[in-house]
């Protein structure tokens, strides 16, 4: 079992930023994909960034790309997620997931891919 605990979620302005944080337990972290989901009022869950085991390969949605950055401290036992310029449309509920047995050169970007979930941080971004 992989328990996630994320963190830094909060209320800010548009074109500010916040830096998630998801705290890992239970298993040997680095073993692990670690991907960002979010979900906001009335619709599905979306993917939002991975990074692999080692963090040396990384994949955003395209909304995103620019503006955030994934990023793992193995050693930490932490993933995060450094949100810029934020966006009203960026409001939602943000969760990690771990998943374990895919390549390093395997992204996986779809929430039914991912084994563990964490139980989410708000961000909602004030126009």
């Known amino acids: 079992q992989v328990q996630l605990v994320e963190s830094g979620g909060g209320l800010v302005q548009a074109g500010g930023s916040l830096r998630l944080s998801c705290s890992a337990s239970?298993?040997?972290?680095?073993?692990?994909?670690m991907g960002w989901f979010r979900q906001a009022p009335g619709k599905e869950r979306e993917f939002v960034a991975v990074?692999?085991?080692?963090?040396?390969?990384?994949y955003y949605t395209d909304s995103v790309k620019g503006r955030f950055t994934i990023s793992r401290d193995n050693a930490k036992n932490t993933v995060y997620l450094q949100m810029n310029s934020l966006k009203p449309e960026d409001t939602a509920v943000y969760y990690c997931?771990?998943?374990?047995?895919?390549?390093?050169?395997?992204?996986?970007?779809?929430?039914?891919?991912?084994?563990?979930w964490g139980r989410g941080t708000q961000v909602t971004v004030s126009s």
């Open positions: 990074i692999n085991w080692s963090g040396g390969s990384t």
């Open positions: 997931a771990a998943v374990s047995g895919y390549s390093s050169s395997y992204l996986p970007r779809t929430s039914g891919q991912y084994t563990y």
């Open positions: 239970g298993r040997t972290f680095s073993d692990y994909a």
